[in-house]
């Protein structure tokens, strides 16, 4: 079983930035992905950023190429989401993920309801 537990989240101005940070515990394939989705009230959750455990390749959504950055630490098993130039319509809860079916992370990140281990959610508020 694997557990995950975000923190990091608060609010922020727009332009500002924020770190997240998700401690995972439990077996993790390497081939199985693992990364940040985001949900605002009424909406379904988004992909967003997302990686292979076992490899060096990132993927990202385009709303947040460029200013947001994933971002695996090889030494606790946390993962960081770096949030720069945030937006309000940045605001939501995110959510750290790990993928349950070996799928590829592009396709992953695009999928309406994949099946994930799911962490809690942290809120991100970014005012205007």
């Known amino acids: 079983q694997v557990q995950l537990v975000e923190s990091g989240g608060g609010s922020v101005q727009a332009g500002g930035s924020l770190r997240l940070s998700c401690a995972a515990s439990?077996?993790?394939?390497?081939?199985?992905?693992m990364g940040w989705f985001r949900q605002t009230p009424g909406k379904e959750r988004e992909g967003i950023a997302a990686f292979y455990p076992g490899g060096s390749s990132t993927y990202y959504a385009d709303f947040v190429k460029g200013r947001f950055t994933i971002s695996p630490s090889n030494v606790n098993n946390t993962v960081y989401l770096i949030m720069n130039s945030l937006k309000p319509e940045d605001t939501a809860v995110y959510y750290c993920?790990?993928?349950?079916?070996?799928?590829?992370?592009?396709?992953?990140?695009?999928?309406?309801?994949?099946?994930?281990?799911w962490g809690q959610g942290t809120q991100v508020t970014v005012s205007s």
């Open positions: 439990g077996y993790i394939y390497s081939t199985n992905c």
């Open positions: 993920a790990v993928d349950k079916e070996g799928l590829q992370c592009g396709t992953w990140l695009r999928l309406p309801s994949p099946q994930n281990f």
